[in-house]
């Protein structure tokens, strides 16, 4: 088999494309990309079904945190969890207990966001509080909630819809609903 001058050149052609695409992708590349990327995912432990428990100045629980799984990544000291609860205790009152599908803690455990659907609950004597969300930010310290998504407070007698909401915990619950609220009362 005999190759013709031109079948060269069309290989050496090909070849010189494949060799100037490789380097235009390498040049394009963001070079703190790869390596940034690479120093974000590096796992420092990782745990299953664990219960964190946070105790007052008297030596009382505060607040628990339990999840299915918990990944703390070392360089960005972020700590992800799967199907996370938090309970915020209160004294002389039940807890308001806090779910959600997914969790990141930011570092030092400045906010932790709740991501995916958001379950708030408490029971009362009367019955229960059910505060339904997406996608809150959680601030620990000052124990207060916030979120952009819709919202709909069940309370028993009361349901109020909106869109975003801003949760204060401590010392009394008080929320504020940002927009588009509605509200439906039920007199007995």
């Given at each position: 088999m005999?190759?013709?001058?031109?079948?060269?050149?069309?290989?050496?052609?090909?070849?010189?494309?494949?060799?100037?695409?490789?380097?235009?992708?390498?040049?394009?590349?963001?070079?703190?990309?790869?390596?940034?990327?690479?120093?974000?995912?590096?796992?420092?432990?990782?745990?299953?079904?664990?219960?964190?428990?946070?105790?007052?100045?008297?030596?009382?629980?505060?607040?628990?945190?339990?999840?299915?799984?918990?990944?703390?990544?070392?360089?960005?000291?972020?700590t992800e969890m799967e199907k996370p609860v938090m309970t915020l205790f209160q004294e002389g009152k039940e807890p308001w207990v806090i779910r959600s599908e997914t969790a990141t803690a930011l570092s030092g455990?400045?906010?932790?966001?709740?991501n995916g659907n958001v379950l708030i609950t408490r029971?009362?004597?009367?019955?229960?509080?059910?505060?339904?969300?997406?996608?809150?930010?959680?601030?620990?310290?000052?124990?207060?909630a916030e979120t952009a998504e819709d919202v709909i407070i069940r309370a028993p007698q009361d349901e109020t819809h909106g869109t975003g909401m801003r949760v204060h915990f401590k010392p009394l619950l008080n929320f504020t609903i940002l927009s588009d609220v509605r509200r439906k009362h039920e007199m007995r």
């Open positions: 005999t190759v013709s001058t031109r079948q060269i050149s069309a290989y050496l052609a090909l070849g010189l494309i494949a060799v100037a695409s490789a380097w235009l992708a390498d040049k394009l590349t963001p070079a703190e990309e790869n390596g940034a990327r690479q120093e974000r995912s590096v796992v420092d432990y990782y745990s299953k079904n664990i219960t964190r428990t946070v105790l007052s100045a008297e030596g009382k629980p505060s607040q628990t945190l339990d999840a299915e799984t918990m990944t703390h990544y070392k360089n960005d000291d972020r455990g400045t906010a932790v966001l709740m029971q009362t004597t009367d019955g229960e509080i059910r505060i339904i969300t997406r996608n809150v930010k959680y601030d620990p310290k000052a124990e207060f």
